[in-house]
């Protein structure tokens, strides 16, 4: 299983997944475009060596600004490093703030080859717009004009009759997604208090010295913060001024991904930090219970199973529990039947207040309370030879 734990900015997430990978020995995979560099420690809040001391981590901190990755390239290095562990049967932890490498890595994304051979330099922005929207007229109504590099992308879409798809949302690891609900007040003071440390602790003179090297001018360095103390270091402002405006970016940047986790992700559990610590708590525990009466080979190989059962008549609901509690995470249930007095008696997944109540809805209710984190697909449909 992968534990997503995604929120915006400043929300605590980091906090989370650190205490999670070290209370249950999960390696940490992290999803965030800026902290993967080793050269960004100041202003890109990567958590520490001495808090990541004990856990196996992944892209984080372990690339360099002079050989910048993209989207694509965290996509490749995120999956091989998923499928080995997953071969394993080994839990891992996923978190960070750049929610698209999350999808890329975790949903069937396919990126279209980008053509050497053409180049859009000698075009304006209102050249390449136009375009776009001759292309794709239903992008173009997405994207700002001004916004170069996402233009162009969605042109080498559209040529590449490549356009977005249902495809491209289908899931195709085994993962739970959380993102952790703070108020839009809280997050906004914690950004202030963050960023001042951030200036308190060097980040000016971080930049300085990255900055002193040619090299190391790459899309690494665009990370907000790191950009605004650039161009402020060039218009000669003062650390105060550099400092309010990364806090006035950030808090965009939080606006946009409070957006983004509200209609990217498909359910997702919007939970406290200290709900989503208390779900993967107990589903663990499940986990655990169940490997000592099946052992850890079976297990891993039913847990990811997506089960399909057709009636949930007396041995139906029986075995719908009993499977949840094993620990299978995804359960089709097919029934149209309503519950009623009858099935009381020999149906132990129902009670009194589910009578007149679809069978395949008061499954699922009963589902979900004893495993929160279980995929539940209700069908209501008569069972016939066909």
Known sequence: MIYVILGTTA??????????????????IGCDAFQIYKELIKGSA????DELEGIKHHLISDHSIKSPI????????????????????????????????????????EFPKESSSESFDELDNDELYSMLIKLDPSSSEKIHKNNRKRVIRA???AKNNNKRSQTNDKLIYPAKFFAIDIAKEENEQNIVLRTEK?????????????????KNFTTALEAIGYKQIIEGLKNGDTEEEMKNLTIIKTRQYAKRQRTFLRHQ???????????????IDNHQMMKKRTELALGKEKYTKI???????????????????ALCRLGVMKITIIDFDVVSASNLNRQILYDVNDIGTNKVDAAKEKLLKINPLIEVNCIKQKIDSN
């Open 11 to 28: 929300s605590g997430k980091t906090d989370l997944a650190l205490k999670l990978a070290r209370r249950y020995n999960m390696p940490l």
């Open 46 to 49: 990567v958590p520490s060596e």
């Open 70 to 109: 993209n989207i694509a390239d965290y996509q490749r290095e995120c999956r091989k490093i998923l499928d080995e562990y997953l071969k394993l049967g080994q839990d891992v932890i996923m978190c960070g703030g750049s929610f698209l490498y999350a999808k890329s890595a975790l949903f069937s994304y």
């Open 155 to 157: 042109i080498i879409n």
């Open 198 to 214: 951030m200036f308190d602790n060097g980040f000016v003179d971080e930049v300085k010295e990255l900055i002193k090297d040619e």
């Open 265 to 279: 992700f498909e359910n997702i559990n919007i939970l406290k930090s200290e709900d989503i610590e208390r779900l």
């Open 303 to 321: 847990i990811n199973q997506n089960v399909l059962i057709c009636g949930i008549g007396g041995v139906g609901a029986t075995l719908c529990e």
